[in-house]
């Protein structure tokens, strides 16, 4: 049975950081894609990062480039996202999601929910001014 897990979300002040984990489970870990996405309040949801696991290629929202930074910990099987000088429009619902590969969201040059087939349950992350 596929589980992730995720974990790390809170409440923090405008140009703050936080760091979300997605532990993953009952998947095979390798060469897959894993992703963060989230959905703020009243909106749809939205690609945040993604990255190739075992090869380390990243992907991004053009929204979040140069202040967010999705990593892995392949011993742990585990992805991070590192989320540094937040915003109030950061405030959302995260989730980690992974699938078999990359392909749309590399064509994309951002994450595509389409081709992620397990996700987790999601963390709160909330962004005051």
């Known amino acids: 049975q596929v589980q992730l897990v995720e974990s790390g979300g809170g409440s923090v002040q405008a140009g703050g950081s936080l760091r979300l984990s997605c532990a993953v489970s009952?998947?095979?870990?390798?060469?897959?894609?894993m992703g963060w996405f989230r959905q703020p309040p009243g909106k749809e949801r939205e690609g945040v990062a993604a990255?190739?696991?075992?090869?380390?290629?990243?992907y991004y929202a053009d929204s979040v480039k140069g202040r967010f930074t999705i990593s892995q910990d392949s011993a742990k099987n585990t992805v991070y996202l590192q989320m540094n000088s937040l915003k109030p429009e950061d405030t959302a619902m995260y989730y980690c999601?992974?699938?078999?590969?990359?392909?749309?969201?590399?064509?994309?040059?951002?994450?595509?929910?389409?081709?992620?087939?397990?996700w987790g349950q999601g963390t709160q992350v909330t962004v005051s001014s």
């Open positions: 999601a992974a699938g078999p590969n990359c392909w749309r969201t590399a064509a994309a040059g951002t994450p595509t929910s389409a081709e992620f087939g397990y």
């Open positions: 990255i190739v696991t075992g090869v380390g290629n990243t």
């Open positions: 009952g998947y095979s870990y390798r060469r897959n894609c």
